[in-house]
Structures are given as C-alpha cells and as structure tokens.
C-alpha cells in the first residue's frame, strides 16, 4: 500500500469513527442550549441502533430504517422530558436512568437479531469523482449519513448564530425566567430541542448498526454517548468547534486500530481506552479554566423551571 492509498484509507476510518460522534454531538449541544443536560445520549444511541436495525432488516429499506431510529431516540427523549420538564425530576438522575434502561432495552429487543448480517448503507457513486485519487473516495464516495452530518451542524449553526428561533433558544438557555416574562414557552421551546437531541442520538446509534459496523451487538456504542456529551463541553457550546473535537476523538479511536496493526509493543487493554482517556485529559484541561467554562456554558444548564413560580 503506497502513501497516498495508506493516508486514504486512515481519512475514511476517521470519518466513519467520527460521524456517530458528530450527529449525537450536535443533537445534544441543542438540547444544552436549551438549558435541558440529558445524560441519557448513550441510552438513546443503543435503542435507535437496534430499532434502525431492526426496521432496515424487517422491510430491507434502510431510509425507513434511519427514520424508526431517529423516532425511537426522540421517543426516549420525549420520557426524559416529560420527567424533567413537566414533573420537575432532576435531569442528571433522569438522563443516568435513561441511559440504564436504553442498555437494558436495547439488549431485550436486540436478542433475536444478534448475528445477522445486513448489507450495509450505500456509499455514493459519482462517475469520474468517486474514482479521483485520493480526494474521490473521502469526498464523494461516503454514505448518506456522513453528508446528513455536516448538513446538520450547519444547520444548527445557522439556526443558532443567524435565525429568531435561535436566538429565542439561547435566550431560555441562559435565563430562562426573563423568557419567561417576555412571553416565550420555555417548555415548549425546551421540549422540542430534548426531542432534536433523541432524534440526532437515534440517527447517530442508527450510523452504528447500519453503516459503521452493519450487524447488531449489545452495548455496541461502547461509550460513544458519553463522549459526545464531552464534545459539547470541549466545544464550549459552540457548533464549529464540534467537527474539530468529533473528528479529534474519532482520529483516537481509530488510532487504537493502527497501533495494533504495526505491532507496537502496548498492552491492548491500554490501546483500547485511549478514547476515554483523552476525553478525561480533556475535560479535566477545560475545568482548569473556570473562567471560560462560566463564560460559555448556558445560565441555566440543568436548573428546573417551574411557570408556577
């Protein structure tokens, strides 16, 4: 394998680690604008995985099976809200418990599909780019959901930075109250964002089972969820920040891979926690400066609103 063929090869790997990180990524920095932290992002990714797979085997249309997986992770999303938005339980208990029974859930529904083989998602085929050296196969070669992606953070970006709606988000992020007082729903603006989140973390579980590894494991996120949560905060909340730590994380993960593939003399057991490992290095680096986590980190991040006063 020549350079350019060696450096193609770890570039699509990146992309194909990165991209469940992204979607979850981006659904959660969303729902975190909003005020609402739901931990329950690894939860959600596991049932929108074995739904997606599920749907996709079952009618062998993998846009319907995308889809189920996308209304399974809002469906998770709409019970974490209604516990917390509606009844006021604490969201750090909640998202822990959604993601317990997202876990347990999942493993339920997934037994009969254990095994199974499903053709994997298409990659797109442009005649005379996909096959271009190098640039053909990372640009144009790659399957719907890397695209839906870097549409999504866009998006998100543009809804956030340039439209009303967006602007009316950040505001019942950082004070929900004078939201409040100024005539906006805060519950209503804070539901819809906590289903965003489900529907990209069901997206992102749904990249797993059908794209990136096309069969069905138990707990096949393997921490992905927890991750993503540490995105957002390595990204201070910010959409063009996350490609660059989704894709940092995702350059770890694959890493892993090619250190055991050259035969470097590391324990595997230690190869294989090198994800973590870096998102406590850098969750503990972006703590040191409470300064900045103070400045960029929504007002009111977790706090209950109660419109009853």
């Given amino acids: 394998m020549n350079g350019a063929e060696l450096f193609t090869s770890i570039t699509l790997s990146v992309i194909s680690a990165a991209t469940p990180l992204l979607l979850a990524a981006t659904g959660e920095l969303v729902t975190e604008k909003s005020g609402v932290l739901n931990l329950g992002v690894e939860g959600m990714m596991l049932v929108g995985a074995v739904i997606g797979f599920a749907t996709t085997l079952g009618t062998g249309s993998a846009v319907l099976g995308v889809a189920a997986a996308a209304f399974a992770g809002?469906?998770?999303?709409?019970?974490?809200?209604?516990?917390?938005?509606?009844?006021?339980?604490?969201?750090?208990?909640?998202?822990?418990?959604?993601?317990?029974?997202?876990?347990?859930?999942?493993?339920?529904?997934?037994?009969?599909?254990?095994?199974?083989?499903?053709?994997?998602?298409?990659?797109?085929?442009?005649?005379?780019?996909?096959?271009?050296?190098?640039?053909?196969?990372?640009?144009?070669?790659?399957?719907?959901?890397?695209?839906?992606?870097?549409?999504?953070?866009?998006?998100?970006?543009?809804?956030?930075?340039?439209?009303?709606?967006?602007?009316?988000?950040?505001?019942?992020?950082?004070?929900?109250?004078?939201?409040?007082?100024?005539?906006?729903?805060?519950?209503?603006?804070?539901?819809?964002?906590?289903?965003?989140?489900?529907?990209?973390?069901?997206?992102?579980?749904?990249?797993?089972?059908?794209?990136?590894?096309?069969?069905?494991?138990?707990?096949?996120?393997?921490?992905?969820?927890?991750?993503?949560?540490?995105?957002?905060?390595?990204?201070a909340w910010r959409p063009s920040r996350l490609l660059l730590g989704a894709y940092l994380f995702g350059g770890i993960t694959i890493l892993q891979l090619h250190i055991q593939g050259l035969g470097i003399a590391i324990p595997s057991q230690f190869v294989s926690m090198l994800p973590y490992l870096a998102t406590i290095l850098v969750l503990v680096a972006i703590s040191s400066d409470r300064t900045r986590v103070r400045l960029n980190t929504p007002a009111c991040l977790g706090r209950p609103f109660n419109a009853a006063g």
Avoid: C
């Fill in 74 to 235: 809002a469906a998770m999303a709409l019970a974490f809200a209604v516990l917390t938005l509606s009844l006021l339980a604490n969201q750090v208990a909640t998202g822990l418990a959604l993601t317990i029974f997202g876990i347990g859930l999942s493993a339920l529904i997934g037994s009969a599909y254990v095994g199974q083989p499903l053709k994997p998602l298409p990659k797109l085929d442009i005649a005379g780019l996909t096959t271009l050296p190098v640039i053909g196969p990372i640009v144009f070669g790659q399957d719907a959901l890397v695209y839906l992606s870097f549409a999504a953070l866009i998006g998100v970006s543009w809804f956030l930075a340039r439209s009303h709606g967006g602007l009316v988000l950040r505001a019942v992020g950082d004070s929900h109250d004078a939201a409040h007082a100024i005539g906006y729903d805060v519950i209503r603006i804070r539901y819809r964002a906590t289903l965003f989140g489900g529907a990209m973390a069901g997206i992102a579980g749904s990249y797993l089972s059908l794209a990136y590894t096309p069969m069905w494991a138990e707990n096949m996120t393997a921490g992905r969820g927890w991750i993503a949560l540490a995105l957002v905060v390595f990204a």
